[in-house]
């Protein structure tokens, strides 16, 4: 079963950016989105943002303004471009795959298969 692969994390100081990308197995019938989500040292795992192969976004508190999410569907993969980076934006940051098989013409079972993340260290 393949995963996603992110790369692009680094170290940066505050007020600079990064872009993340995310390479996944590519869109079918029973792909229901790719996610972005971080997880800080001592804390939850926080959602990030999402998109869908109809282009479709959604973005947390923490990334609206600051974060876009994109894709390019021809290498199957999801990029994050971060801007004004903050030292709070340290994290490791992990790219979700949402899929599942075809039944019937459903979608069911669906699963969620994550990378093994990629980290963003942010210096004030």
């Known amino acids: 079963t393949q995963v996603p692969v992110e790369s692009g994390g680094g170290s940066v100081q505050a007020g600079g950016s990064l872009r993340l990308s995310c390479v996944f197995s590519g869109y079918t019938l029973c792909t229901w989105d790719i996610s972005w989500y971080r997880q800080a040292p001592g804390k939850e795992r926080e959602f990030v943002s999402s998109?869908?192969?109809?282009?479709?976004?959604i973005y947390g508190d923490a990334a609206k303004g600051r974060f876009t999410i994109s894709q390019d569907n021809g290498k199957k993969t999801v990029y994050l471009q971060m801007n004004n980076l903050k030292p709070e934006d340290t994290a490791m940051y992990y790219c979700?795959?949402?899929?599942?098989?075809?039944?019937?013409?459903?979608?069911?079972?669906?699963?969620?298969?994550w990378g093994k993340g990629t980290l963003v260290t942010v210096s004030s």
């Open positions: 998109i869908n192969k109809n282009d479709l976004t």
């Open positions: 979700e795959e949402a899929r599942g098989s075809q039944l019937l013409g459903a979608c069911v079972n669906r699963q969620d298969y």
